[in-house]
């Protein structure tokens, strides 16, 4: 016999005191927790995000539409990045006003390429104000997941209030499953020291988020 | 309404001055208290060490002994919660294993009846108030079984304050086990010890003369301790503070 | 379970050395106090909490009811996505089918994303046979496996150590292993955490092959995902060609919606915050309709481990422990864990789920998982932080009397009649007595009177079994009647004693 078959049958004996359910599983479970905390406005909601981003420890940045490139420009220079990393989808008038020489992500870029290049610039699938979450889901804005991970800066662009939603519920209801998922709440940080949480390990230790709109 | 004292084993056999305190509380509030002499002992202790089947003949002896009365009254916060959480649970169990319902049926009129003593006092006599005067400092250790099965809440706090003369203070880490755990103190004595001497050193940072509590197996852990690190402080049960007057003082 | 702690001695003997060890109770009382507050705080900011603890729980109960189910859906669900499914009854298959997977790579290291399941496994050591290196990424696992210690904590396994005790290790130990830490490396957390990420640096950069585990999986739609904080999860899960993922058969949940729940009591239960920094979310070779790139691994196996758990799944009171989404909450308030430690409970699962979990996932029948049913006071708060409302003290005491009592169990797969377990004969024998006593009053009065009588004469500490008690508490003096002979006296026999 498998081990495949094993473990099954070894599941259906265990429960075989077991009466199963055959309504739908909507019935099966309830969900009487809310679908989002509080009743705010839409102007509340981004004011929250951003509050929560910068809690844990993001650099929150506000502007229009049409300061959005030299404020990019802004913050490149000002890290000092030489090199950026573009996704192959990004509106190439974000980074217009840009010195940093820009790097395409190719199939065959390597990792160690990537950990040579100073920043990355992407958009975001939906952000989640009441945990300070932005959600990145392969889209050629925001391009592989390995490309916001090994550079040391990260600069998330937000279109807002479009992007932004109140909570997790209401953030699974827009993202789709089968693309790869990244949740990034904060810089990379960690806890294993005495359960004390410190910002700054393995993933970007800097992370800007730009909430654009207007 | 006929009330019955369920002082419990521990009590009846160590404790008759807390089983005396409660009788004389009641009667003062107008309580005409019964004390059926056919009760023994919960099961408790059988129970949480894995002797239920052992349990069961003294459940059903608890069922027997007090189903005639309105209301049973025990001054024990974790007996309290043997009657009220784990007798349905014997029941579950019991018809699971395929006793059928006997036992459920005998064990299910109690338990709706049984109230812990701060319980029945707060919801069915509806007072916080008892006219105790109690001149001493006093800090409040929640035990376990009474805060987090019985859900006794803030009703010990609210009887202590209202009690003249008492000065009532915050004990730090007050929620924390004091490491009795009945058999727990027996077969992990050193890790039941460490939990003791840290209860009690919190409660003699606090400055109080008198640790309080609604259970005495733990005041007997946590007395045995404060006597052995010699803290001068003293372990004594609510009821004996509620049921002290200016005329008749607690001793 | 991971060899190393094979030949455990039972729980009070572990414990008692570590109840004396200044350090390791002062490191323990740190982190445990931090964590408890800010627990506490995160979970008041949800209004719902209750609400969301009850969802979680009804989900895991109905996914264990169905798992047969669910687990052949997910098996469908991962395979179309390009996955490849493996099944493994026990640890040895387990680590048989990585090691495997990994020699057909060519490869002779991994990295690893912490994961409990292949720390269930003993993987690292098995691989190790093999010649393959395992290379731990997780901080706290680093300092394990560099430490040659053992876990002591499910979500920070090396919470039995300081910022000082780290950085000495970091010191003598990470130039065996690669990047050496850096000359006059401080022990401030900031400092100890730029030295993992530059001693792991490189390994990520060259990684071929990567292996997880996962906190849940999702059957209608084949997507893992993975909860974490310092981003070595995603370096493991994105930049190797090979992942492979060790997941037990209980992480499933059924549907996508099923997340919005455990998306907001896990972080909030485990690092005590709104949300963790990194969680990964994949499905099969996660290939995007359309992208230009490939992303991620371009061969994913998942192997599905029972190794117990069918045996746990077996107990109608015990199967609700495979409720747990290992969070450590019940860990962190525990006071037996705050002084016993982690390794007192002799499996990479301690604490209060783990005195629930070893046993039943190993049974009883050593020394250690017969004891450990006792390392608790039945206090409560372990119930109470649980996001998925494991009723551990119920569980505990079932365990004791499966302990004491025997009777049938489910051992590997078959029904078996387990016998009492030695060295509770003197209990029993003691039980039965008081049980006897108990049910005729006046066998205990009788008792109560001689007690009082002689008195006097009591010892103040005692011998024997109650060394146990003296040893550190003084005993209650004895009163010169009992109750019923008061209330006899002052209020007559209503009802003589039957």
């Not at chain 1, 950026?84 to 870029?109: F, I, K, N, Y």
């Not at chain 3, 009804?58 to 052949?72: A, E, G, P, S």
């Not at chain 3, 919470?159 to 022990?187: C, K, Q, V, Y």
């Not at chain 3, 006071?377 to 009723?391: F, K, Q, R, T």
Request: aromatic letters at 6%.
């Amino acid at each position: 016999m498998s081990s495949r078959e094993l473990i099954l049958g070894r599941v259906r004996r265990a429960l075989a005191d077991v009466r199963r359910d055959d309504g739908p599983y909507e019935e099966a479970v309830d969900r009487g927790y809310l679908r989002e905390h509080g009743d705010r406005s839409v102007g509340r909601t981004v004011g929250l995000l951003a509050e929560n981003l910068a809690d844990y420890r993001a650099l929150v940045h506000r502007c229009t539409d049409g300061e959005l490139p030299e404020l990019l420009a802004r913050l490149l220079a000002g890290r000092g990045s030489r090199t950026v990393l573009v996704p192959p989808g990004l509106p190439p008038h974000w980074l217009a006003s840009a010195d940093a020489t820009r790097v395409q992500d190719r199939a065959e870029s390597t990792p160690h390429e990537l950990d040579r290049v100073d920043s990355v610039v992407t958009g975001c699938a939906v952000a989640v104000a009441e945990t300070g979450t932005i959600v990145l889901d392969g889209s050629p804005d925001q391009g592989r997941r390995r490309i916001t991970l090994v550079p040391d800066h990260h600069i998330c662009v937000v279109r807002v209030p479009d992007q932004v939603v109140s909570s997790v519920p209401q953030a699974l209801e827009r993202l789709s499953p089968g693309r790869p998922l990244t949740w990034i709440s904060g810089p990379s940080a960690t806890s294993d020291i005495e359960l004390d949480r410190v910002e700054g390990v393995h993933g970007p230790r800097t992370l800007e988020v730009v909430l654009v709109g207007g | 309404m006929r009330v019955a004292l369920f002082l419990t084993c521990v009590n009846d056999t160590l404790y008759p001055d807390t089983g005396r305190a409660a009788v004389r509380l009641l009667n003062r509030l107008g309580v005409d208290v019964d004390f059926p002499v056919g009760q023994t002992c919960c099961g408790q202790a059988h129970y949480n060490t894995g002797y239920r089947h052992e349990a069961e003949p003294l459940a059903r002896r608890y069922a027997e002994v007090f189903g005639g009365y309105d209301a049973i009254v025990t001054p024990s916060g974790s007996c309290g919660a043997m009657v009220r959480e784990l007798y349905p649970r014997m029941g579950e169990r019991a018809r699971a294993e395929g006793y059928g319902d006997t036992l459920a049926a005998t064990l299910a009129p109690v338990v709706p009846k049984t109230y812990e003593l701060t319980e029945f006092l707060v919801d069915v006599l509806g007072v916080t108030d008892v006219g105790a005067y109690y001149p001493h400092t006093v800090t409040y250790h929640p035990t376990c079984h009474g805060l987090r099965v019985l859900g006794l809440g803030d009703r010990p706090r609210r009887l202590l304050r209202a009690v003249k003369g008492l000065e009532l203070v915050e004990l730090p880490g007050a929620e924390e086990c004091c490491g009795f755990g009945g058999t727990f103190a027996l077969k992990n004595p050193e890790v039941s010890a460490a939990m003791g001497a840290d209860k009690v050193r919190n409660a003699a940072s606090t400055g109080a003369e008198v640790l309080c509590a609604a259970d005495n197996s733990c005041l007997m852990h946590i007395g045995g301790t404060m006597t052995r690190l010699r803290t001068g402080m003293r372990p004594v049960h609510i009821a004996e503070i509620l049921a002290s007057t200016e005329e008749e003082p607690a001793a | 379970m991971s060899g190393t702690f094979v030949g455990m001695p039972a729980f009070p003997e572990a414990a008692r050395e570590a109840v004396h060890d200044t350090t390791l109770r002062g490191n323990l009382r740190h982190a445990t106090a931090t964590i408890r507050a800010k627990r506490a705080k995160a979970v008041a900011e949800v209004a719902d909490w209750a609400a969301l603890r009850e969802a979680g729980k009804q989900i895991k109960d109905h996914t264990l009811r169905h798992l047969d189910r669910y687990l052949v859906q997910l098996e469908e669900a991962v395979t179309a996505a390009g996955g490849t499914v493996h099944w493994a009854a026990d640890a040895d298959e387990a680590n048989r089918i990585v090691a495997d997977l990994v020699k057909a790579t060519g490869e002779s290291e991994v990295v690893k994303v912490k994961s409990m399941a292949t720390q269930e496994t003993g993987l690292n050591e098995a691989l190790e046979a093999e010649g393959i290196r395992a290379y731990e990424t997780d901080l706290a696992e680093l300092i394990v496996q560099l430490g040659k210690d053992r876990p002591s904590h499910i979500l920070v396994p090396a919470i039995h150590r300081n910022r000082g005790e780290i950085r000495d290790i970091f010191r003598s130990e990470m130039g065996e292993w690669g990047r050496p830490a850096p000359d006059g490396l401080t022990d401030t957390p900031a400092a100890l955490a730029e030295a993992a990420r530059l001693h792991l640096r490189e390994k990520f950069l060259r990684a071929k092959v990567g292996i997880s585990g996962a906190n849940f999986m999702v059957a209608e739609t084949g997507t893992l995902v993975v909860v974490e904080s310092e981003g070595n999860g995603r370096m493991c899960l994105t930049l190797p060609e090979t992942l492979i993922s060790v997941v037990g058969i209980e992480k499933i949940v059924p549907t996508w919606r099923d997340l919005e729940v455990f998306l907001q009591t896990l972080p909030r239960s485990s690092t005590a915050e709104r949300m963790n920094p990194y969680t990964s979310m994949w499905t099969g070779t996660s290939d995007v309709d359309g992208a230009a790139t490939a992303d991620g691994p371009r061969t994913f196996h998942l192997v599905l481990l029972d190794n117990g758990r069918t045996d746990t799944l077996a107990d109608e009171v015990g199967r609700q422990a495979l409720r747990c989404i290992r969070c450590s909450a019940c860990l962190n308030v525990c006071p037996v864990y705050e002084r016993a430690g982690g390794h007192a409970y002799g499996s990479v699962y301690p604490g209060p789920i783990g005195a629930i979990l070893s046993p039943q996932l190993r049974g009883t029948r050593s020394e250690i998982d017969a004891s450990l049913p006792y390392a608790s006071s039945l206090c409560g708060a372990c119930y109470e932080v649980c996001p998925v409302a494991i009723d551990i003290p119920e569980v505990l005491v079932h365990l004791r009397e499966r302990v004491v009592q025997g009777g049938v169990v489910t051992e590997r797969g078959a029904k078996v009649l387990l016998k009492p377990a030695k060295g509770h004969a003197a209990e029993r024998a003691a039980m039965r007595a008081a049980r006897w006593a108990f049910g005729r009053p006046g066998a205990l009065r009788a008792g109560q009177r001689l007690a009082s009588r002689t008195r006097r004469f009591h010892p103040r500490t005692l011998p024997g079994p109650g060394k146990a008690w003296s040893a550190s508490r003084e005993l209650p003096p004895v009163p010169a009647e009992p109750f019923r002979d008061w209330w006899q006296r002052t209020h007559g026999g209503k009802d003589g004693a039957k």
